[in-house]
Structures are given as structure tokens and as C-alpha cells.
């Protein structure tokens, strides 16, 4: 079985403060792909990052980062010099090779404060 | 562009009542998708389109829950006899590629309150 798994339900930091949230996945398949998301208060769900399993490399987008660790399981996602626009939930997600279903985990809400 | 459009964006129904919510992905996007997220979780997946063809409804909560895409654009998702457990939003998103493996674009969802 498939599953995400994000332990932290809320986080708040002053702005900017670096922000790391934790993304732990479960999947048998050797083949599957990782996802973040971000849901700001407007309900659109934006896509932030995709990586696929044979990649291992991480990835930096300006003040966004995520560490992929395949010996852990973890996809993890941090935010260097949060803003107060970063504050919205966030969604870890997977899908494997042989499936159409995205499956996400619960959601992290970050709060930025001023 | 558009982007993923949905309405009505808010819908009360009585129990009982039957529903009908509306998506329109991108235009030219052959992947449609179905999710509901209840308060406080992430969105669920319901129901999945390739162009017309609904290849996957096993995230579908009972048979009262209908879906469809008969041109291969805009979806339609129905809920008959709506049970307050229905109460959510109900997110749509579109891929311009086949399955989920690539980036999918929500639409702003149709959050559906049952009394």
C-alpha cells in the first residue's frame, strides 16, 4: 500500500526564518513519483516540485529547496527566509508507476508571521 | 491562459437533494482528475479521465457518486440523495499529459455543504 505521511500539522515562524517541512512516504513499487504542493487560503492547490524515483538529486528554486532521501523514505522541503506569502498549507504527494491515483498526505499549515 | 475552472464554487443541498458540479480543465488537457477533501485533510482521489474515457473510478465513496466527460473537456461530477457525510470540497484537476505522474492543475474547487 501506498501512503504519506506528514507529521507536522502546523508550524508558525517569524519571517524570515528557515522552515523545513517533513514528508515521509511508504510504497513497494521501485518506480514512483513525489510531489509538493501548495494550498494557499484562495483553495487552488499549486504545484511546486515533481521527482521521480530514480532521482535522487536535490533540487534548489530560488528560496525553496527538497532534500529526497530514498534510504529514509522522506522528500522534505524547506524554506529559506520565509515570507509572510509563504504561508498557506502544504501537500507532500506520491503516485506510482502503475496507478493514476495521487495520493497526499494531511497537510502541513505554515504560519509566517510578520 | 485559463487555467481549471469549476462551478458553482459554493453549493448548499439539503439531504436527500441531488447535486451536480462542473469542471472545466484547460482546453487541450487530456487528463482530468477528481479529488475531495474533507476540512483539515488532503484531497482524495475520486475518479479519473483520459480524454472521455473514465479509466479509473475506484475512489468513488458509493454508487451514488457519478461522474463523466462525454467529449473529452468539461466533467461532470454528480452526487444523488447528497448524505452530510458528502459535505467537502470536491477539486478537479487537469494534466495536459496521460496519468498522474506529471504536474496536475487545480482548479479553485466547489465546496459542497449538505444540511
Known amino acids: 500500500a501506498q501512503k504519506v505521511t506528514q507529521a507536522q500539522t502546523e508550524i508558525s515562524v517569524v519571517e524570515k526564518e528557515d522552515v523545513t517541512l517533513d514528508c515521509v512516504y511508504e510504497t513497494r513499487d521501485t518506480t514512483y513519483y513525489l510531489f509538493w504542493y501548495k494550498q494557499p487560503p484562495s483553495g487552488e492547490l499549486v504545484f511546486l516540485i515533481r521527482r521521480n524515483s530514480f532521482d535522487e538529486q536535490n533540487e534548489i528554486s530560488g528560496r525553496y529547496s527538497w532534500n529526497f532521501q530514498k534510504s529514509t523514505s522522506s522528500f522534505n522541503f524547506t524554506i529559506t527566509a520565509s515570507q509572510v506569502v509563504d504561508s498557506a498549507v502544504y501537500f507532500c504527494a506520491l503516485v506510482t508507476g502503475n496507478t493514476d491515483k495521487l495520493i497526499f498526505g494531511t497537510g502541513t499549515r505554515l504560519q509566517v508571521f510578520p | 491562459g485559463a487555467g481549471v475552472s469549476q462551478s458553482p464554487r459554493y453549493k448548499v443541498a439539503k439531504r436527500g437533494q441531488d447535486v451536480a458540479l462542473r469542471c472545466d480543465p484547460i482546453s487541450g488537457h487530456v487528463s482530468l482528475f477528481w479529488y475531495q477533501q474533507a476540512l483539515g485533510q488532503g484531497p482524495e482521489f475520486l475518479t479519473y479521465f483520459q480524454n472521455e474515457a473514465q479509466l479509473d473510478k475506484s475512489g468513488l465513496p458509493s454508487d451514488r457518486f457519478f461522474a463523466e466527460r462525454p467529449e473529452g473537456s468539461v466533467s461532470t461530477l454528480k452526487i444523488q440523495r447528497t448524505q452530510q457525510e458528502d459535505s467537502a470540497v470536491y477539486l478537479c484537476?487537469?494534466?495536459?499529459?496521460?496519468?498522474?505522474?506529471?504536474?496536475?492543475?487545480f482548479g479553485p474547487g466547489t465546496r459542497l455543504t449538505v444540511t
Open positions: 484537476a487537469s494534466s495536459a499529459q496521460r496519468g498522474a505522474t506529471y504536474e496536475q492543475y
